[in-house]
């Protein structure tokens, strides 16, 4: 894929982000382009720069290929990507489950490409078990497990609400008071946490870079002050000049909780949802675990406030390219349990061989002489759907097929399907990426796609038996 290609000073490091157009990655830029040669990550191609300093480069992070040349000659790779929205018309997966392929793929790519130093910037964790954990913090753990298992170093920071202009979870709650004359205030905000200053959160982010004495370590940062979410609906309050009237019912109502902070917040469903499911947890820098590198003169919450509210300008990106392209494309990532602590490559295998054998009253599996493998109905001579393995990027731990053939197909020159072991070999992910079906769209959706998802769920429970009895 094509970059804009600087000159860069070899004295600088260079720092790729993935995630710069967003909150955190655009405000770093804005800061820091002068002190590093500086990467921006982007899925769409761009147009303009408004900083020719600053190297922007095409990636689709859910292509190893792709990631591995966006990452070369790269020191430091900043990882901000969180799979809120989808990238394809259908997306049929869990954010958890895409969050924790992309975070392998990046981690694969960073190994191959010889980067240093991966910089996580996650959230905080409770002090509880992990299967106690909801969703989206499980999750955020799961993708810093997986940039840490390979070669590249990893610095996780773990950061409470970031309170500056343009924060999502800011946004949210500056929202509700400027809405709301009464505020009340369901059990979970009463919860503790440690919001922290955009300001501060990007000091300490510069300060991590390339500094040995960080590397392979979990960092945990919030402002030294530790207060409830009631507390910062408060105080944003008497910061903003509104009086409001704030109160606490004894009730914990997630689906009331969503409803009402997506209505009066002002957020997507996507962001709503997770971050309210863990606002549950009381979310505390550990003493073992806080930031210590270098002094901070913190922020207080209304200085930081007062900093957002304020401030009027937001980081300058570049203008990007939009493309049409095609339009009913499909993504579908399944989780299964790897119990037996089986290979890609046995997974892919059985799944070979699965298919026809259970549905043996419909379908035939055909490998022809190239070792195509090709899915035909009883009475067929086209397959339905041709598979093509492609080894040169596949290993035991990774098998990946192009999607080369099927009346079932429109497009043969991009969809591809995977199997990889992810997690220690705890689970294995199958996922189909950029599948372009022939049918209708109505009509896909409400056949094939469910069909699809069926089959994914039987196979899962295939292995499941298959590994108890051996």
Known sequence: MPHSKIISDPQKLTVAIAGAGGYIGSWFIELFKDRYHLVGLSRRQIQSNPYPEVEWRQVELYSITSTVDALKGVDVAIYLVHSMNASTRLNQGSFEDTDLLLADNFSRAAEISDVKQIIYLGGLLPDEPEEKLSRHLKSRLEVEQTLGSRKSKLTAIRASIIVGPGGSSFDMIQNLVRKLPVLMCPKWTESLTQPISLRDTLDILDSCIGNPNVYGKVIEIGSPEVMSYRSMLERTAKVMGKKRLVFSVPVFSLGLSKFWVGLFGDSPPQLVSPLVESLRHTLLVSPELAFKEKHIDYQSLEESIETALKSNERPKLPVFITKGGVKNTVRSIQRMENHGKNSALWVAKRYNLWLPSYFRFLINGKVSEKGEIGF???????????????????????????????????????????????????????????????????????????????????????????????
Do not use: C
């Open 376 to 470: 035909h109905l009883l009475w067929g001579k086209k397959p339905m759907l041709q598979l093509t393995l492609i080894p040169d990027r596949s290993d035991v731990g990774r098998q990946l097929f192009y999607i080369t053939g099927g009346w079932l197909v429109k497009r043969f020159d991009y969809g591809w399907l995977e199997f990889r072991e992810v997690l220690g070999s705890r689970y294995i992910l199958s996922a189909i990426h950029e599948f372009v079906p022939r049918l209708p769209w109505f009509i896909y959706v409400n056949t094939q796609a469910k069909l699809h998802l069926w089959v994914m769920n039987r196979f899962k429970k295939y292995l499941s038996k298959k590994q108890v009895n051996g």
